[in-house]
C-alpha cells in the first residue's frame, strides 16, 4: 500500500511537470549566500533609496534571515524565488531581479499560465475572465485553492515578492488582476496543470485545468491604441495620457508637445470649465514630459522636485565625458546632490516653476489608480500638493514623496539572474510628513467591484462624470 501511494505522488508530480523539462545548474549554498550578501552590500552603497524607508538594521536582519533559508545547492530559479521578497522589501518598484533571458524565452514556449485573470479583494481572489477550454468555470465564482494551497496562501507570498514604492499595496493588487498567472509561475510553480477550487453561488467544487501559453491572455484595452486623448463634451473636456515614453508614444504615431498644446489651446479658447484628467495605467516614462503636462496645469508658481540625489559611491565614479554632462553631484548629509547643467535639462525640475502658456485654470479632476508609477505619481503628487484637483480612483503606485530611478544599469549575476539598480534619488516638493511611504491618495475612493471588472464597466469614469454633474 505504501508503494502505491509512493508511485501514485511520483505520477501527480511528473504530469505537473512542463513536457520540455529546462534543466537546470545547481549552485551550492554557501556561494549562494556569500555572492548575495555581496549583492546587497554593494546594492547599499550605490542605491540612494536603500533604506528610504526601513532601517539599516532592519533590512540587515531580514537579509540575514532570507540568507539562513539557503541551506542546499539551489538552481537559478531558487536563488530567484529566495531573494525576489528581500529586492521587494526595498520599497522601490525600479529596483528588481530578474530570471536570465535564457530561462524566460524557454517559459513563453511552455503551456503553464494559469488560464485566468482574478481580481484580489483583501486575501481573496475573484474569476474575472476565464481562458480554459472548460466552459463551466463561471466568472464572478471565487478561487479558494490552487494546487492544494489556500488563495490567502499565494496571494501572500506573491503580495511579498511584488516590488513597489514605500509601502503600497494598490500596485500590486492591480499587477495581480492582470497577471496573476504570470506572478503565480514566476514565484509558486512552473507546472501544466491547475487543480482549483471553486465557490460559486455557495457551492464548492473542484476544475482541472490545462496550463496556456501567454498568447491565450488579451492585450488590456488600457495598453491599446493611441496613448494620448483628448475630446471636448459640450462643458467638460476629457484628457487621457496613458504613457510618458517616447517609444510608446512615438509608435502611436503621435507627438507630446504638439498634442498638449493643441488640446490646452482649445481648452482655454471655449473655455471649458470642467477637465477629466485620465492617468490610470499610466506607468511613466520620461520626466519632461509628466513636468510640461504640470505646467499645462497649475495656474501659479511652484515647485516641481525638491532634490535630486546619489550615493558618495556612485558620485565619485563619475568621471570624464559623464563628469562635464552632468556636472558631478555635491555633497548634503549623506547623500550627494545633483545640481543643474548646461547640457542637460535632467535637473532642472527642482528650480521653482512657471505655468505654461494656455495653462488650465477651470475645475480639474484626475483619474488615478496604482498602476500610475514614476513619473506619473511624481505629477500627480505635486497636484495634490498644490491642492490642484480632485483625485479619483485609488492611491497612485508611485510614492507620493518620490522614488529612485533615472540612470538604471542592469547587472548579470554568475547565476544568469540580472539586477536593475537605480541610481538617482528622486524627492517631490511635497510636505514629506504626508502619505509617507504611501502614494497620493484619491478624494474619492472608488474600487471596482467583481461584477464591473466582469462586465468592463468603467466605474472610476462613471464616478467622476456623476460628481460633475452633482456639482453643478
Not at 530578474?98 to 483583501?122: E, F, M
Not at 510553480?189 to 455557495?202: C, D, K, P, Q
Not at 499645462?296 to 558620485?315: D, H, K, S, V
Request: charged share 20%.
Amino acid at each position: 500500500m505504501r508503494n502505491l501511494l509512493i508511485s501514485i505522488f511520483f505520477l501527480l508530480i511528473i504530469e505537473n511537470l512542463p513536457a520540455q523539462q529546462l534543466r537546470l545548474p545547481a549552485y551550492p549554498a554557501d556561494s549562494v549566500r556569500q555572492g548575495s550578501r555581496e549583492l546587497f552590500t554593494e546594492l547599499s552603497r550605490k542605491h540612494p533609496g536603500f533604506y528610504r524607508y526601513h532601517a539599516k538594521a532592519v533590512m540587515d536582519a531580514f537579509v540575514d534571515s532570507t540568507l539562513q533559508t539557503m541551506r542546499d545547492s539551489l538552481t537559478e530559479v531558487q536563488i530567484y524565488r529566495k531573494l525576489k521578497p528581500v529586492f521587494a522589501k526595498i520599497g522601490c518598484l525600479h529596483t528588481d531581479i530578474s530570471t536570465s533571458p535564457a530561462y524566460q524565452s524557454w517559459l513563453k514556449s511552455t503551456n503553464t499560465l494559469l488560464p485566468v485573470r482574478v481580481l484580489v479583494q483583501g486575501q481573496r481572489a475573484f474569476i474575472t475572465h476565464n481562458y480554459s477550454s472548460d466552459s463551466t468555470l463561471l466568472t464572478g465564482s471565487e478561487l479558494l485553492a490552487v494546487n492544494g494551497v489556500a488563495t490567502a496562501a499565494i496571494i501572500r507570498q506573491l503580495m511579498a515578492a511584488i516590488p513597489a514604492d514605500g509601502y503600497n499595496q494598490s500596485e500590486k493588487i492591480l499587477l495581480l488582476q492582470y497577471n496573476f498567472a504570470d506572478w503565480y509561475r514566476a514565484i509558486c510553480e512552473v507546472t501544466e496543470r491547475f487543480h482549483l477550487l471553486i465557490r460559486t453561488g455557495g457551492m464548492e467544487k473542484e476544475y482541472l485545468l490545462n496550463g496556456v501559453n501567454g498568447t491565450a491572455f488579451p492585450v488590456p484595452a488600457a495598453r491599446q491604441g493611441e496613448r494620448l486623448r483628448f475630446q471636448v463634451r459640450d462643458s467638460l473636456a476629457v484628457l487621457t495620457i496613458r504613457s510618458f515614453a517616447k517609444s510608446e508614444i512615438k509608435a502611436a504615431g503621435q507627438h507630446y508637445k504638439s498634442f498638449l498644446r493643441k488640446a490646452f489651446k482649445k481648452l482655454n479658447t471655449q473655455q471649458v470649465p470642467c477637465l477629466v484628467l485620465d492617468l490610470r495605467y499610466n506607468t511613466g516614462g520620461t520626466d519632461a514630459r509628466a513636468a510640461l503636462l504640470c505646467s499645462y496645469l497649475m495656474n501659479a508658481p511652484y515647485r516641481y522636485w525638491n532634490r535630486i540625489e546619489a550615493t558618495r559611491a556612485f558620485a565619485e565614479s563619475i568621471k570624464g565625458l559623464a563628469g562635464l554632462i552632468y556636472r558631478k553631484p555635491v555633497p548634503t548629509d549623506s547623500l550627494y546632490q545633483w545640481r543643474k547643467s548646461r547640457f542637460t535639462r535632467e535637473f532642472d525640475f527642482y528650480e521653482p516653476q512657471r505655468p505654461a502658456k494656455y495653462n488650465y485654470t477651470g475645475k480639474l479632476f484626475v483619474l488615478i489608480n496604482g498602476l500610475c508609477l514614476s513619473s506619473c505619481g511624481d505629477l500627480a503628487a505635486v497636484l495634490s500638493h498644490n491642492k490642484r484637483a480632485v483625485f479619483v480612483g485609488q492611491e497612485t503606485g508611485g510614492g507620493y514623496q518620490g522614488n529612485t530611478s533615472g540612470l538604471m544599469p542592469v547587472v548579470e549575476l554568475p547565476t544568469g539572474l540580472t539586477v536593475t539598480v537605480p541610481l538617482l534619488k528622486y524627492t517631490t516638493a511635497v510636505d514629506p510628513g504626508v502619505n509617507h511611504g504611501r502614494g497620493t491618495m484619491p478624494d474619492h475612493p472608488v474600487v471596482p467591484t467583481v461584477q464591473e471588472v466582469v462586465e468592463g464597466t468603467d466605474a472610476e469614469m462613471k464616478y467622476v462624470l456623476d460628481l460633475i454633474h452633482k456639482k453643478r
